[in-house]
């Protein structure tokens, strides 16, 4: 059965049978396709596509995000190319979509991964209800909870510390979990922060996630002399990055982690 959709550049796509030579250039994509059982129709991955863990092992890598591989891609010969706006290049999807058939994607806010889950299905001819279904049920059940909201400051880098507004998908994981983004107003969606800025906005948690900056347990010490709320209660904490930032199955999981490990701190 033929199914169409819009992608994120407006471009009306359509297939005529499911994909069997596919390229995914974004690891939360790669990992939905094993996850939904189609392992076998993945032929190149991108180096960082390293979910599920292990399973990557023995697709081809086709280079990252911001530089492809193209030779590589040229040997695969795929049948469909999974891109997203904002982690790849203009001109490297513009190159690729002129040879290739290609799928870009551009999640907004986390409930935007519910039509992507539909889009996924689609296009492979395969079942996502359970996934959209965890996915429902772990937002309905915050709304249940009534949980108390918390001030945050949620990193993505170090040396300079930046920080994200608004208008990312991040915030909107953030927000739907009760966790107030303090730079939620900042006019650039991706930014450098100051310690003057920090202490200003006076947030009441730190998040430090592990991507795209890896940060690690020394790092919580770098807060230590702050004159913040987040530092005076010991509510500076590591995170699993991945849970705020991929889009796909993994996003069925997403309510459950930040509930265990991030909002049973605040209570």
Request: with cysteine; hydrophobic share 40%.
């Amino acid at each position: 059965m033929a199914y169409e959709l819009v992608d994120a550049l407006g471009r009306h796509v359509r297939f005529d049978r499911p994909p069997t030579r596919v390229v995914s250039l974004i690891p939360s994509i790669t990992e939905s396709l094993f996850e939904l059982g189609l392992e076998s129709s993945v032929q190149g991955v991108s180096k960082y596509c390293i979910y599920p863990a292990g399973l990557t092992d023995g697709k081809r890598k086709v280079g990252g995000q911001k530089n492809p591989d193209f030779q590589a891609i040229e040997e695969i010969n795929p049948d469909l190319i999974i891109l997203n706006r904002e982690e790849n290049k203009p001109d490297h999807i513009r190159k690729l979509g002129e040879k290739y058939p290609i799928w870009v994607t551009y999640p907004r806010q986390f409930l935007d991964t519910l039509a992507l889950l539909r889009d996924l299905g689609g296009i492979f001819g395969v079942s996502v209800d359970d996934y959209q279904s965890e996915i429902r049920a772990g937002v309905e059940a915050l709304h249940l909870e009534a949980a108390q909201r918390c001030r945050v400051l949620y990193l993505i880098w170090r040396n300079p510390w930046m920080s994200i507004n608004g208008d990312t998908f991040i915030h909107d994981v953030l927000k739907l979990h009760g966790l107030d983004n303090v730079f939620a107003e900042h006019p650039e969606r991706y930014f450098e922060v100051s310690v003057d800025e920090i202490i200003s906005k006076n947030p009441e948690m730190i998040i430090l996630p592990d991507e795209p900056y890896r940060f690690l347990k020394k790092h919580i010490a770098e807060f230590g002399d702050l004159p913040i709320q987040a530092v005076a209660s010991g509510r500076v904490f590591l995170a699993d990055g991945t849970y705020f930032c991929w889009y796909g199955t993994r996003s069925a999981r997403t309510s459950s982690y930040i509930r265990k490990q991030i909002l049973a701190r605040i209570k």
